[in-house]
């Protein structure tokens, strides 16, 4: 699965879009991107993934550059409880890889002010 | 459905003890995790599974045990407990593209 490149830490105002971005310049064509995120040492959670087209759903959208190489995860209007560390994760699609595992790295702790 | 569950939620050992986090889900997933969280790091995989009876290693394996008797149970053990095995342990299951995490046991070892 190819690495992906977080900035340590970001700050948004409340009710702002807060933009986290994630480089992963060496993906393959059949990896998805996935997001998750942990709020205060709960056990992560699924926002959302995406191959090449940009997607939507009731908590985020996410944006996937032409070659692939970088994407943006977006959370359109911040609030306080979206304070948290988000990860981007890239692997090969899970049913074909067929070993259910994610590999975490260090993610982006988004702090949200109010 | 109760989801992931895991007990205990906090347990003391002292070096050398050995005991078993219960993973249970309820949701009917093939596949299921085990990872653990040191303080200020992202999730390490320790062992995964990816039906009853198919368990692999991940990135952190020794000093842990896993089994896969049933679908919905994935206990992970610890043969003789070390310091360095203080952490936050998760147990996830998926049954495709979304894993669902448990809450977590926060184990210390004196």
């Known amino acids: 699965d190819a690495k992906t490149t977080q900035p340590p830490s970001m700050d948004c105002a409340e009710g702002r879009a807060a933009n986290l971005p994630c480089n992963h310049s060496?993906?393959?064509?059949?990896?998805?991107v996935y997001w998750y995120r942990q709020i205060h040492s709960q056990g992560p959670q699924y926002i959302i993934h995406g191959l090449k087209n940009n997607e939507t759903n009731e908590m985020a959208s996410l944006i996937i550059t032409e070659d692939r190489k970088s994407s943006t995860l977006i959370l359109p209007h911040a609030t306080l409880r979206d304070t948290a560390v988000y990860y981007c994760?890239?692997?090969?699609?899970?049913?074909?890889?067929?070993?259910?595992?994610?590999?975490f790295g260090q993610g982006t702790t988004l702090q949200v002010k109010p | 459905n109760a989801g992931v569950t895991q007990t205990p939620k906090f347990q003391v050992l002292k070096t050398g003890q050995s005991m078993t986090l219960q993973c249970a889900q309820d949701m009917n997933h093939e596949y299921m995790s085990w990872y653990r969280q040191d303080p200020g790091m992202g999730l390490r995989l320790i062992h995964y599974s990816v039906g009853a009876g198919i368990t692999d290693q991940g990135e952190v394996p020794n000093g842990y045990n896993v089994s896969r008797s049933t679908t919905e149970d994935f206990p992970l053990r610890l043969l003789s407990a070390a310091p360095s095995q203080t952490s936050v342990y998760f147990c996830?299951?998926?049954?495709?593209?979304?894993?669902?995490f448990g809450p977590g046991t926060r184990l210390l070892v004196l």
């Open positions: 060496t993906i393959s064509g059949n990896e998805y």
């Open positions: 996830a299951s998926s049954l495709r593209e979304t894993q669902y």
């Open positions: 994760i890239v692997r090969v699609w899970f049913g074909s890889s067929n070993t259910g595992k994610l590999i």
